[in-house]
């Protein structure tokens, strides 16, 4: 096997001992509630068409089925088995079983998340890079004072603003997926839904101006989304590329007579991307979040509206844990997404995962 | 140069501390600035009719006009500051003192169970604020519905029998209080225990632990004061970045009961509504939207400083 696969492999198993530690302290906060409370997460879909009486005793019999009055190892364990086969419960405020719900939403969070990192990656680095080597200069005061503005406005006012201009005064851009008549052309039989991710969709059923309204839609959230990170990113690189004007290695490009573009583009760029990318790494969370909010902002049926329900009405706490589950996996991919290529594009972290 | 003078030689420190100076002061003078009514306690007061829906200009009385169903802005204001302060000030506090003893800690004891211990440091970092948030709102009101209590807005009503641990725990501590100090110890955790596992070689607390000083000991003495400078820093920050979160949480209705981000909520359809404007119902949206950024940029900024003056010279 060659030794870049294998520590992808490697690095995707770590994916599961997190996953581990995180669904036993979860565990851990449901443990706390009595037994009762605990038989919710088991109740199966008939539980509508029950009496109050037969609801107390299928509890019953779900508490001797789980041993939901037995130490914590053996109830998670138990429980563990049952993320892995089942539908994660069924949610009384959705009406449907709570994976299927998360697996249905999750191609519209996916677009939305996937243009913010395309967006945001790129731009981040080449203007975080450009500001630094310019250090004072033109360009740099520009960026930090665009990076300040972004990273002290608060995405949910950003969005309101955003929404007043240009939605309610000039009606450029809107909130949703995808305009009205539109949604229901896409729910349609003829419309295939190949991915879910209605900007392949329409591309690949041949239909441009679905594809434009959904961009049309989806250019508040990527923008609100994309703008904090670009300017936390942007910073990072920034200020490792500052550092490396006097190091040797510039020197010696310098000396060699290389123009100075190539030095920045060829040289320093590939050492500014390994802090830059484990910053992002370490605030993967706070983007996933940030997805959420946009997504409940700007009314986007993505997996966060399966939390609106059950926060507004009866308690739901299937579908509150499969969130939380699903929302650590996703993260979870984002990171191993982001180590990978960092390996991928450094050549430093590439030699180093392959020496061990 | 002594860090204190290097800490006032620029402006921005100042401004910075100014304006954190300034929220401190409404929040401890806001029952001389604004005095509750007495029958109705708490940030919103009603100077009206409650079934007035849109939001009042300025006038005499009412200094910032008022939000639908007549609700004073400048009271909710002065109030809020109060509550962001405490709140921003607990979480930071709180997960700060938790992370710095874990990793101080974890750091100290080394091998297997201090790699063991950042590992779930590490884990918690995969976890959203937001999930966090709804998974204990949803633990408490599925063990209130379990116990024959009622759920309703958020809160237990008619409840009978015993209190268990995590009724009394969710009844008197915010959710999202917890769920944040739950999920913002981590980085502390791993600055301290970079810090400690560097310092545990130097020759201070080699010479320390010859003299046969304690674990306790050579932490609480040696280890700790030479850590709590850079998570000051973090802690500075925090203090901004979370009443920003819990504002924008209560902004989307998923739980938090952050005042600024409240009013934003009740001013919402006036800003946002059919033929809505940012600039004709000012008064419903710049003083909560300026007190919160200016909120986040006083701590942000307050951080900044901290770590120039402190450490990068």
Do not use: C
């Not at chain 1, 690095?11 to 605990?38: C, D, H, K, N, Q």
């Not at chain 1, 089942?86 to 449907?96: A, I, K, V």
């Not at chain 1, 004072?136 to 603003?161: E, K, M, N």
């Amino acid at each position: 096997m060659p030794p870049f696969l294998q520590f992808v492999i490697r690095r995707f198993m770590a994916i599961p001992i997190s996953l581990l530690v995180i669904t036993m302290i979860l565990y851990g906060g449901v443990m706390l509630t009595p037994p009762e409370a605990r038989s919710s997460l088991y109740l199966p879909e008939t539980r509508r068409n029950l009496t109050e009486e037969q609801l107390e005793r299928l509890q019953e019999i779900i508490i001797k089925r789980y041993h939901l009055r037995d130490p914590y190892l053996v109830q998670y364990a138990l429980w563990a088995r049952t993320l892995f086969e089942g539908t994660w419960g069924y949610s009384p405020t959705l009406n449907e079983y709570v994976l299927p719900a998360l697996l249905r939403r999750t191609p519209a969070t996916l677009e939305l998340a996937l243009y913010s990192l395309l967006l945001l990656i790129p731009s981040g680095l080449v203007s975080g890079v450009m500001a630094g080597w310019r250090r004072r200069g033109l360009f740099d005061r520009g960026f930090r004072f665009l990076a300040f503005l972004s990273t002290s406005t608060p995405q949910f006012i950003l969005a309101i603003v955003l929404l007043s201009i240009f939605y309610i005064n000039l009606n450029w851009f809107a909130p949703g997926r995808v305009g009205l008549s539109y949604r229901l052309e896409t729910s349609e039989a003829s419309f295939i839904a190949y991915t879910g991710m209605l900007t392949i969709d329409s591309l690949l059923n041949g239909r441009i101006d679905i594809m434009g309204d959904v961009f049309r839609h989806l250019a508040m959230p990527v923008f609100t989304l994309s703008i904090y990170h670009w300017a936390t990113l942007g910073r990072v690189a920034r200020v490792s590329v500052m550092g490396e004007e006097k190091k040797e290695y510039v020197i010696a490009a310098r000396a060699r007579g290389l123009m100075e573009r190539r030095i920045v583009w060829k040289h320093i760029f590939h050492n500014t991307l390994t802090p830059s990318l484990t910053s992002m790494t370490l605030s993967a969370a706070s983007i996933v979040t940030g997805v959420f909010v946009a997504e409940i902002i700007y009314d986007i049926n993505g997996i966060s509206s399966i939390i609106l329900s059950a926060m507004s009405g009866a308690p739901d706490a299937p579908a509150a844990l499969g969130f939380a589950i699903y929302s650590v996996i996703i993260i979870l991919l984002l990171m191993f997404m982001l180590d990978v290529l960092q390996a991928i594009l450094d050549p430093r972290v590439r030699e180093g995962v392959l020496k061990t | 140069m002594n860090r204190t003078r290097l800490f006032f030689r620029r402006w921005q420190n100042w401004l910075s501390l100014l304006l954190i100076f300034a929220y401190v002061l409404v929040a401890i003078a806001a029952p001389y600035l604004s005095p509750h009514n007495p029958k109705e306690p708490g940030p919103y007061m009603r100077v009206g009719r409650a079934s007035e829906a849109q939001p009042s200009p300025p006038r005499e009385g009412v200094p910032l006009g008022t939000l639908p169903r007549n609700i004073d802005v400048y009271h909710a204001l002065v109030w809020g500051s109060r509550d962001a302060l405490s709140f921003g000030l607990v979480v930071a506090a709180s997960s700060a003192l938790f992370g710095i003893l874990y990793g101080a800690f974890s750091g100290f004891v080394g091998n297997r169970l201090g790699t063991l211990m950042m590992r779930v440091a590490d884990s918690f970092l995969a976890f959203p604020a937001i999930a966090g948030l709804v998974f204990l709102q949803q633990l408490y009101g599925t063990t209130i519905t379990a116990m024959g209590g009622i759920y309703f807005e958020r809160r237990a009503f008619d409840f009978t029998g015993p209190i268990s641990a995590i009724q009394f725990l969710l009844e008197h501590v915010n959710p999202l209080m917890l769920s944040l100090i739950v999920l913002s110890w981590m980085p502390y955790a791993r600055l301290v225990n970079s810090i400690v596992i560097t310092l545990t070689q130097t020759d201070f607390v080699q010479a320390a632990r010859a003299l046969g000083g304690s674990a306790f000991w050579i932490i609480h003495k040696h280890l700790l004061p030479n850590s709590t400078g850079p998570a000051m820093v973090l802690a500075a920050r925090d203090v901004g970045g979370v009443v920003v979160l819990q504002a924008t949480l209560t902004f989307i209705n998923i739980g938090g009961d952050s005042v600024w981000g409240s009013m934003l909520a009740q001013g919402r359809n006036w800003i946002l509504g059919p033929g809505g404007n940012l600039l004709t119902y000012w008064w419903a949206f710049l003083p909560p939207t300026l007190a919160v950024i200016v909120f986040g940029i006083a701590w942000n900024m307050l951080g900044d400083s901290l770590s120039d003056s402190y450490f990068l010279r």
